[in-house]
């Protein structure tokens, strides 16, 4: 085994979710949220080139050092698979990686609200689970897709850069495609994908313009459409939709999300103090007739109202969320103020 592999190896061991090398450092793992450097020896300029050399073939190298940044996926035959991106700091290599489990967890052990599990039985629309990076948006979309598989006979296309969980077909006809290795971006494999004869599409982000465009065309034309944003809340992340697009084109795409969209999941992960672990806080917004006349009518404003007004259908605030974890003593108070939307109003609710 060789010196990459033991130290991926020793990190699935000890639950670590990333890996970080940097040169003139001993690696870093980040467990439960907290880095902590291991026993290695400082990693040299030429160590970090081995490793990444090991992970790649030539061609990518040379891509590598041509856009001093890369992603990929890489594997520790038996033990697990990583996210990997290797970029340049100071000069020097350097490696982050992301620890992707080798099963999908079973989406009832997520702690996520009920109504996450009945978008699954939808037949068509745009379901958006957004998120810093790190928030578990790749597992919620992962263990929403394992429900589909094995409940219904549909034809499943994924677009993901790189594939981290590994799908296996069940009742479900799936493909995954990587961006770079099977195809050259989220837009093109989106578009290809309309023509090979989906019932649902897995996006892994949309990062621009033309893939947005394009996904929401796929869901406006019969299509479960699933996908990522790095964006907080749902107001934020219909607004950053809508900013995409040039102001000429803006009214037109509100009529067209108001019709397409479905929900919006936002996550954040927070440490658990009551047992080793992760919890995630969630914001659910269902597109029930009153948001979607506020997309309608550039009202977005209004749509954090409707969904603290709207828990008997489903919908939840970040905060309430956060209430929740914090009462049930599953997260810290600390962690619960840094992160809620309005800070001042949970320490009245903490203090009551």
Same mark, same amino acid.
């Given at each position: 085994?060789?010196?990459?592999?033991?130290?991926?190896?020793?990190?699935?061991?000890?639950?670590?979710?990333?890996?970080?090398?940097?040169?003139?450092?001993?690696? +870093?793992?980040?467990?439960? !949220?907290?880095?902590?450097?291991?026993?290695?020896?400082?990693? !040299?300029?030429?160590?970090?080139?081995?490793?990444?050399?090991?992970?790649?073939?030539?061609?990518?190298?040379?891509?590598?050092?041509?856009?001093?940044?890369?992603?990929?996926?890489?594997?520790?035959?038996?033990?697990?698979?990583?996210?990997?991106?290797?970029?340049?700091?100071?000069?020097?290599?350097?490696?982050?990686?992301?620890?992707?489990?080798?099963?999908?967890?079973?989406?009832?052990?997520?702690?996520?609200?009920?109504?996450? !599990?009945?978008?699954?039985?939808?037949?068509?629309?745009?379901?958006?689970?957004?998120?810093?990076?790190?928030?578990?948006?790749?597992?919620?979309?992962?263990?929403?897709?394992?429900?589909?598989?094995?409940?219904?006979?549909?034809?499943?296309?994924?677009?993901?850069?790189?594939?981290?969980?590994? +799908?296996?077909?069940?009742?479900?006809?799936?493909?995954?495609?990587?961006?770079?290795?099977?195809?050259?971006?989220?837009?093109?494999?989106?578009?290809?994908?309309?023509?090979?004869?989906?019932?649902?599409?897995?996006?892994?982000?949309?990062?621009?313009?033309?893939?947005?465009?394009?996904?929401?065309?796929?869901?406006?034309?019969?299509?479960?459409? +699933?996908?990522?944003?790095? !964006?907080?809340?749902?107001?934020?992340?219909?607004?950053?939709?809508?900013?995409?697009?040039?102001?000429?084109?803006?009214?037109?795409?509100?009529?067209?999300?108001?019709?397409?969209?479905?929900?919006?999941?936002?996550?954040?992960?927070?440490?658990?103090?009551?047992?080793?672990?992760?919890?995630?806080?969630?914001?659910?917004?269902?597109?029930?007739?009153?948001?979607?006349?506020?997309?309608?009518?550039?009202?977005?404003?209004?749509?954090?109202?409707?969904?603290?007004?709207?828990?008997?259908?489903?919908?939840?605030? +970040?905060?309430?969320?956060?209430?929740?974890?914090?009462?049930?003593?599953?997260?810290?108070?600390?962690?619960?103020?840094?992160?809620?939307?309005?800070?001042?109003?949970?320490?009245?609710?903490?203090?009551?």
């Amino acid at each position: 085994m060789s010196y990459l592999q033991e130290l991926l190896a020793v990190a699935l061991a000890k639950g670590a979710s990333d890996v970080h090398i940097l040169v003139d450092s001993p690696p +870093l793992l980040r467990i439960h !949220t907290a880095l902590e450097e291991t026993s290695y020896e400082p990693v !040299t300029p030429e160590l970090a080139e081995i490793m990444l050399k090991e992970m790649i073939s030539d061609q990518q190298y040379e891509k590598f050092l041509e856009n001093r940044d890369l992603d990929f996926s890489s594997e520790v035959p038996g033990k697990g698979r990583f996210r990997v991106n290797a970029h340049f700091q100071r000069g020097n290599i350097a490696i982050a990686f992301r620890a992707i489990s080798d099963k999908v967890p079973p989406l009832n052990t997520l702690n996520l609200p009920k109504a996450v !599990t009945q978008l699954v039985d939808l037949p068509r629309g745009l379901i958006l689970v957004t998120g810093d990076t790190g928030s578990g948006k790749s597992t919620t979309m992962a263990s929403m897709i394992d429900v589909i598989n094995h409940k219904y006979g549909k034809h499943i296309i994924t677009v993901e850069d790189p594939i981290e969980y590994m +799908l296996t077909s069940e009742k479900c006809a799936i493909e995954q495609r990587e961006i770079g290795s099977d195809c050259p971006s989220f837009a093109s494999g989106l578009k290809h994908a309309l023509r090979q004869d989906p019932d649902i599409i897995l996006v892994g982000e949309m990062r621009d313009l033309e893939t947005t465009s394009s996904a929401i065309t796929a869901a406006e034309t019969g299509h479960l459409v +699933l996908s990522t944003l790095h !964006t907080i809340n749902a107001s934020q992340t219909i607004e950053r939709i809508i900013d995409i697009y040039p102001a000429g084109q803006q009214n037109q795409i509100r009529s067209m999300l108001a019709n397409t969209l479905r929900a919006v999941i936002s996550q954040v992960l927070f440490k658990r103090v009551d047992k080793p672990g992760m919890v995630p806080g969630v914001e659910i917004m269902l597109c029930n007739s009153a948001v979607r006349n506020c997309i309608r009518e550039n009202r977005i404003f209004e749509i954090p109202n409707i969904i603290e007004t709207s828990r008997p259908i489903g919908m939840q605030t +970040l905060d309430t969320s956060i209430s929740e974890l914090l009462f049930n003593g599953m997260i810290s108070r600390h962690d619960a103020l840094s992160h809620a939307a309005n800070p001042e109003k949970l320490r009245r609710a903490i203090s009551a």
